[in-house]
């Protein structure tokens, strides 16, 4: 079966420091990546996703950064972290086009 | 664009009422339709999908039909727990080749109290 995995779970950071966020999926090939933000109390909002190795197309324009070194391994970053920044990341993984997207627990970052 | 709407929360119900949690949806084409729940502290799972009109979706007691006429896909239980307390998102997703985009409501917070 398939099983994705996020960490850290919870990250507390000062402005301006950097972010690096780790997301790997195993028991599947090729999936559909995807990087999502929530801030408190609201909806999400789509980040990044990728269809491939090295493939990633960035939905809004922000401080955020995403990479793909591996199928099944995505990655957040940020070089300057800012209070904005502050939220539950949520990452997901597809089979391919109309199949539902599977969420990992989520990264609860919280920037002081 | 694609967007979903929901009813906004929090929807507050006592243990065994009926629940309907409203949601429409704008889109080009047959999309596909799914809600989620978010429990607390945990990311989001599939609770239902529907893939093309009139489709019930069913889940843990939990349906929503895909009205194609009215554009909604409105989730219900005839009897809710207090387990069923989470945030509710219903999400869209287009049925083309740019890969798997989900549109997303801006989710519905329901309390079950005992």
């Known amino acids: 079966s398939q099983t994705i995995h996020q960490w850290p779970a919870t990250l507390v950071q000062p402005v301006g420091s950097p972010l690096s966020l780790e997301c790997t999926v195993e028991?599947?090939?090729?999936?559909?990546l995807y990087w999502y933000r929530q801030a408190a109390g609201r909806g999400l909002q789509l980040l990044f996703y990728?269809?491939?190795?090295?493939?990633i197309s960035s939905e809004v324009p922000q401080n955020l950064s995403a990479s793909r070194p591996q199928d099944r391994q995505f990655i957040l970053s940020s070089k300057k972290l800012l209070l904005s920044d502050s939220g539950f990341y949520l990452c997901?993984?597809?089979?391919?086009?109309?199949?539902?997207?599977?969420f990992g627990d989520g990264t609860r970052l919280s920037i002081l | 664009g694609n967007s979903v709407t929901q009813m906004e929360g929090p929807v507050t119900l006592s243990e065994e009422a009926f629940l309907t949690i409203n949601c429409t949806y704008t889109?080009?084409?047959?999309?596909?339709l799914f809600w989620y729940v978010q429990y607390p502290g945990e990311g989001l799972q599939l609770l239902l999908k529907?893939?093309?009109?009139?489709d019930k979706g069913s889940n843990k007691g939990f349906e929503a039909t895909y009205r194609k006429e009215t554009t909604s896909f409105h989730l219900e239980k005839g009897s809710v727990q207090v387990s069923d307390s989470a945030v509710y998102f219903c999400?869209?997703?287009?049925?083309?080749?740019?890969?798997?985009?989900?549109?997303f409501g801006g989710g519905t917070r329901l309390m079950v109290k005992p």
């Open positions: 997901a993984w597809s089979r391919e086009s109309n199949q539902p997207q599977h």
């Open positions: 028991g599947t090939s090729n999936p559909n």
């Open positions: 990728s269809v491939g190795i090295g493939q």
């Open positions: 889109a080009t084409g047959y999309p596909s």
């Open positions: 529907a893939t093309k009109a009139d």
């Open positions: 999400a869209l997703s287009p049925n083309n080749n740019a890969g798997n985009m989900l549109t």
